[in-house]
T-cell receptor
Framework: QQQVKQSPQSLIVQKGGISIINCAYENTAFDYFPWYQQFPGKGPALLIAIRPDVSEKKEGRFTISFNKSAKQFSLHIMDSQPGDSATYFCAAAFGNEKLTFGTGTRLTIIP | GAGVSQSPRYKVAKRGQDVALRCDPISGHVSLFWYQQALGQGPEFLTYFQNEAQLDKSGLPSDRFFAERPEGSVSTLKIQRTQQEDSAVYLC???????????????FGQGTRLTVV
């Protein structure tokens, strides 16, 4: 059972544009929603995370938007740069238990 | 060390061979997780330790998979009689305490890429 659904599978954005990746979850017990960035040959690295009582969180060029009633959350990357080209995973967890990951989005930023 | 360290980085095993993958978590981290990442997929949970106690092993795909953390620090994931479907990247993650992730996020190692031929 896939508890976290992620889209799109791949995304191409022009340099300076906004990259948007979406996730939907099923388990209403989840209380932690992070986004991870992964480069080839590396482990996932935490980008930004949010808890369900907050509708938006911004850190630099990265913003999470959270819609509790729709059970959806999204990552926005403003002013996208070639160095942002990577695979992005959303995830969800309850407490400090296992992370349940989405299937990933391969983001490519073109000049 | 500065981060989660995994060894070896790459492992090629012949089908039927036993393998052991090592994880050195960040010093002092109580929680330790193992995940399996198939090519082009997101990581999938295998097992979870809090100190030396294995609290959740619901993600281990078969009884060929075994994990231990005898002294509450280094952990080893062992796969017996490897099969081709075991080929994947095995990721280890650790976090500082029993508190929620917002207080103590999980940090991942670079993984061990296992190829079974």
């Amino acid at each position: 059972q896939q508890q976290v659904k992620q889209s799109p599978q791949s995304l191409i954005v022009q340099k300076g544009g906004i990259s948007i990746i979406n996730c939907a979850y099923e388990n209403t017990a989840f209380d932690y929603f992070p986004w991870y960035q992964q480069f080839p040959g590396k482990g996932p690295a935490l980008l930004i995370a949010i808890r369900p009582d907050v509708s938006e969180k911004k850190e630099g060029r990265f913003t999470i938007s959270f819609n509790k009633s729709a059970k959806q959350f999204s990552l926005h990357i403003m002013d996208s740069q070639p160095g942002d080209s990577a695979t992005y995973f959303c995830a969800a967890a309850f407490g400090n238990e296992k992370l349940t990951f989405g299937t990933g989005t391969r983001l490519t930023i073109i000049p | 060390g500065a981060g989660v360290s995994q060894s070896p980085r790459y492992k090629v095993a012949k089908r039927g061979q036993d393998v052991a993958l090592r994880c050195d978590p960040i010093s002092g981290h109580v929680s330790l997780f193992w995940y399996q990442q198939a090519l082009g997929q997101g990581p999938e949970f295998l097992t979870y330790f809090q100190n030396e106690a294995q609290l959740d092993k619901s993600g281990l795909p078969s009884d060929r998979f075994f994990a231990e953390r005898p002294e509450g620090s280094v952990s080893t994931l062992k796969i017996q009689r490897t099969q081709q479907e075991d080929s994947a990247v095995y990721l280890c993650a650790s976090s500082l305490s029993r508190k929620g992730y917002l207080d103590q996020p999980a940090f991942f190692g670079q993984g061990t890429r296992l190829t079974v031929v």
